[in-house]
């Protein structure tokens, strides 16, 4: 069971590395993958001989950690990309990347040909009216077209117009793409559409609503019978499987869990379907609760079109964040009202969630005083019934997909607020202030961990140059407070004054 539980989380390992660094190196993904799965396939082993009560020791395991980081950074760097090359691909990945289509492969010639023909190039030139944008130079590369100059009227009106230009000499044929450029100087790019040149694709392998809904009924399987032993934690695998209706207790733990988790990926598909974006319906990754207590390891979709502008990559990226925290809230604080008072352990290991320390979270330490008030002490954590574990882990779950790092949600909304190459710093800097909460915060640190091996580097939008408006910004700014409320624990003065004060 375990080495199934393990090989779906290298699947799911695979397509992240796939998707997620193949544009900064040339390096085989399979190879970097192997790297990666070091750890992974210790842990394997460890369990298949001790078993799973056993821990694996630290001492065995950071090495493993260790090696496998430093592996993967040679691998990365021995084969990364030339400034050059990145800049000739730089827009291909608003397909590949951002959308998961592959984009259309040039097969190797000797002499390689221009997209376009002499005449052609004198069709495009007519696509740039000297008023909007006043083109300067056209530069040719094996799989785009480069078009330099002068910005001259908005950069919304100006793409809108050459966009429409473009369609009208050339019809679908190509891609076009608007990026900031050094000095203040935008260009735009042209890249062959793989919607158009991809014949083979069916449209009915889109959303596969079979397979979304075999993995829907499968989590809701194994979240029930994690709820199930969070009521009741002597129940064995052998007793559920005897007496499966005790599987009726853990229902209110996986009808909230799927709903938070359904809700997260139905916000960003509703977004996407606002901006007639192709996308999957939202696949849920069950996984046995005897190897991973909480029965899931989440759900996610996979956007199938580039991202217009960067409203929609800002409107997409947060449209899952909200729609899951509106529905954690009055679950978690259905789930307190449930949930007892009970004095806290000298120590805990792990997650004890028959007495969880409030004050690990500010919001989660807010939430908690403001359910049971003066009854609450500093010397008292919280024996959470299941719903309220649901709750917990929604937002956990909001927290760790707000990360501004790449292309995660919170990734997408910092690149959308402050342009890709900001937006690749605070990921930088975020990544950092992560794995230094990591030593405050145990739980964290796995995730520190995973975070440095993502990218950085958001995919550009076709229109990455036009900014958002003041509303956008305060909400990103109000997501990103939502973050540091989750993840950071409540300061001990802070603690003292609020239950000092109710």
């Given at each position: 069971m375990i080495w199934i539980s393990l090989g779906l989380f290298g699947l799911i390992l695979y397509f992240i590395v796939h998707y997620g660094v193949s544009r900064v190196t040339t390096t085989p993904t399979w190879m970097l993958w192997l790297a990666l799965m070091i750890p992974v396939v210790a842990v394997g082993l460890w369990a298949s001989i001790y078993g799973t009560q056993q821990q694996m020791p630290a001492s065995i395991l950071i090495p493993c950690f260790v090696l496998s980081l430093v592996l993967y950074l040679y691998l990365v760097r021995v084969n990364q990309r030339k400034p050059s090359d990145l800049q000739a691909t730089d827009v291909r990945a608003a397909d590949t990347e951002i959308s998961g289509i592959k984009s259309p492969t040039v097969a190797p010639s000797p002499k390689p040909e221009n997209l376009l023909s002499k005449e052609e190039e004198s069709q495009l030139q007519t696509c740039f009216p000297q008023s909007i944008y006043y083109l300067q130079q056209v530069d040719h590369r094996p799989q785009v077209v480069i078009c330099r100059g002068r910005l001259r009227s908005q950069p919304e009106e100006a793409y809108h117009t050459i966009q429409e230009n473009i369609q009208a000499q050339f019809g679908d044929r190509f891609l076009v793409v608007f990026q900031p450029g050094a000095m203040n100087k935008p260009f735009f790019v042209l890249v062959p559409n793989p919607q158009t040149q991809t014949t083979k694709t069916r449209t009915?392998?889109?959303?596969?609503p079979g397979l979304a809904l075999g993995l829907f009924l499968l989590t809701g399987l194994t979240t029930?019978?994690?709820?199930a032993s969070f009521t009741d934690t002597t129940l064995t695998s052998q007793a559920l499987f005897n007496q499966p209706h005790l599987l009726l207790k853990g229902l209110p733990y996986s009808l909230s869990l799927l709903s938070i988790l359904g809700l997260h990926e139905l916000g960003h598909y509703f977004a996407s379907r606002l901006y007639k974006l192709k996308a999957t319906l939202p696949y849920f990754i069950p996984t046995p609760y005897t190897f991973f207590r909480f029965g899931t390891l989440g759900a996610f979709i996979q956007m199938r079109s580039p991202i217009p502008h960067r409203k929609a990559l800002f409107d997409i990226g947060i449209a899952g964040p909200l729609a899951g925290?509106?529905?954690?809230?009055?679950?978690?604080?259905w789930g307190l009202l449930h949930s007892t008072i009970v004095p806290l352990p000298d120590?805990?290991?792990?997650l004890p969630f028959d007495a969880f320390d409030p004050t690990s979270s500010v919001l989660f330490t807010l939430l908690s005083k403001a359910v049971f008030g003066a009854n609450l002490s500093l010397a008292e954590g919280i024996d959470l019934q299941p719903m309220a574990i649901a709750g917990w882990l929604g937002l956990i779950v909001t927290a760790l997909n707000l990360m501004p790092v790449g292309q995660l949600d919170g990734g997408h909304i910092v690149h959308a607020m402050f342009g890709q190459r900001t937006g690749a710093v605070i990921g930088q800097v975020a990544r950092l202030l992560v794995l230094i909460l990591a030593f405050i915060q145990p739980l964290?640190?796995?995730?520190?961990?995973?975070?440095?091996?993502m990218p950085t580097t958001d995919q550009p939008a076709l229109n990455d140059v036009s900014e958002l408006d003041n509303t956008r910004d305060l909400l990103g700014l109000i997501a990103l407070a939502i973050l540091a409320m989750i993840i950071l624990p409540m300061p001990?003065?802070?603690?003292?004054?609020?239950?000092g004060a109710f």
């Amino acid at each position: 069971m375990i080495w199934i539980s393990l090989g779906l989380f290298g699947l799911i390992l695979y397509f992240i590395v796939h998707y997620g660094v193949s544009r900064v190196t040339t390096t085989p993904t399979w190879m970097l993958w192997l790297a990666l799965m070091i750890p992974v396939v210790a842990v394997g082993l460890w369990a298949s001989i001790y078993g799973t009560q056993q821990q694996m020791p630290a001492s065995i395991l950071i090495p493993c950690f260790v090696l496998s980081l430093v592996l993967y950074l040679y691998l990365v760097r021995v084969n990364q990309r030339k400034p050059s090359d990145l800049q000739a691909t730089d827009v291909r990945a608003a397909d590949t990347e951002i959308s998961g289509i592959k984009s259309p492969t040039v097969a190797p010639s000797p002499k390689p040909e221009n997209l376009l023909s002499k005449e052609e190039e004198s069709q495009l030139q007519t696509c740039f009216p000297q008023s909007i944008y006043y083109l300067q130079q056209v530069d040719h590369r094996p799989q785009v077209v480069i078009c330099r100059g002068r910005l001259r009227s908005q950069p919304e009106e100006a793409y809108h117009t050459i966009q429409e230009n473009i369609q009208a000499q050339f019809g679908d044929r190509f891609l076009v793409v608007f990026q900031p450029g050094a000095m203040n100087k935008p260009f735009f790019v042209l890249v062959p559409n793989p919607q158009t040149q991809t014949t083979k694709t069916r449209t009915g392998s889109i959303t596969r609503p079979g397979l979304a809904l075999g993995l829907f009924l499968l989590t809701g399987l194994t979240t029930t019978f994690a709820g199930a032993s969070f009521t009741d934690t002597t129940l064995t695998s052998q007793a559920l499987f005897n007496q499966p209706h005790l599987l009726l207790k853990g229902l209110p733990y996986s009808l909230s869990l799927l709903s938070i988790l359904g809700l997260h990926e139905l916000g960003h598909y509703f977004a996407s379907r606002l901006y007639k974006l192709k996308a999957t319906l939202p696949y849920f990754i069950p996984t046995p609760y005897t190897f991973f207590r909480f029965g899931t390891l989440g759900a996610f979709i996979q956007m199938r079109s580039p991202i217009p502008h960067r409203k929609a990559l800002f409107d997409i990226g947060i449209a899952g964040p909200l729609a899951g925290f509106v529905i954690t809230l009055p679950i978690l604080i259905w789930g307190l009202l449930h949930s007892t008072i009970v004095p806290l352990p000298d120590k805990s290991i792990g997650l004890p969630f028959d007495a969880f320390d409030p004050t690990s979270s500010v919001l989660f330490t807010l939430l908690s005083k403001a359910v049971f008030g003066a009854n609450l002490s500093l010397a008292e954590g919280i024996d959470l019934q299941p719903m309220a574990i649901a709750g917990w882990l929604g937002l956990i779950v909001t927290a760790l997909n707000l990360m501004p790092v790449g292309q995660l949600d919170g990734g997408h909304i910092v690149h959308a607020m402050f342009g890709q190459r900001t937006g690749a710093v605070i990921g930088q800097v975020a990544r950092l202030l992560v794995l230094i909460l990591a030593f405050i915060q145990p739980l964290l640190l796995l995730w520190a961990i995973i975070l440095l091996f993502m990218p950085t580097t958001d995919q550009p939008a076709l229109n990455d140059v036009s900014e958002l408006d003041n509303t956008r910004d305060l909400l990103g700014l109000i997501a990103l407070a939502i973050l540091a409320m989750i993840i950071l624990p409540m300061p001990h003065n802070l603690a003292h004054l609020l239950y000092g004060a109710f």
